[in-house]
């Protein structure tokens, strides 16, 4: 199970040789995080391919985030507006748009993590 996530995590996220034991951490800790959200009767091997894409896109998402270096904005001028964005901006959004995708995929097999009150005396 822990081949086929990290296979599809650096298919994913494209990661360099020297990035496997960062890239290899982030699909542990994807699996067990997904794995703890999972529903009482369920396995992640019940979950079928939805567990390996979820963990997978965690852990892309993760990756990206790690390789932010967080350029931001590069250069910015009022006068006629211009704003040329770093190298590094829209890594954030795309790690989102993984995590989403994966919170998703996983929805049917996990929990209900939504918090309501049912009845408050005032």
């Known amino acids: ?5 990290l296979k ?3 298919s994913i996220s494209q990661a360099e040789e020297s ?3 960062l890239l290899e951490a982030l699909c542990t800790a994807a699996e067990e ?8 009767d369920r396995t992640p091997e019940g979950c079928g391919e939805a567990f390996y ?21 590069e250069q910015f ?3 006629d507006v211009s704003m040329r964005l770093g190298q590094g901006s829209g890594s954030c959004e795309s ?3 993984l995590r989403r995708q994966a919170e998703r995929i996983m929805a049917p097999f996990w929990e209900d993590d939504q918090f309501a009150f049912a ?4």
């Open 1 to 5: 199970m822990h081949e086929k996530i």
């Open 8 to 10: 599809l995590a650096a």
């Open 19 to 21: 990035e496997g034991p």
């Open 33 to 40: 995080s997904i794995a703890g959200r999972l529903q009482e």
């Open 53 to 73: 894409c979820a963990a997978a896109l965690l852990a892309a998402a993760g990756m990206l985030t790690c390789r932010d270096t967080g350029d931001g904005v």
């Open 77 to 79: 001028t009022a006068g």
């Open 95 to 97: 790690a989102a748009a």
């Open 119 to 122: 009845g408050v005396r005032g």
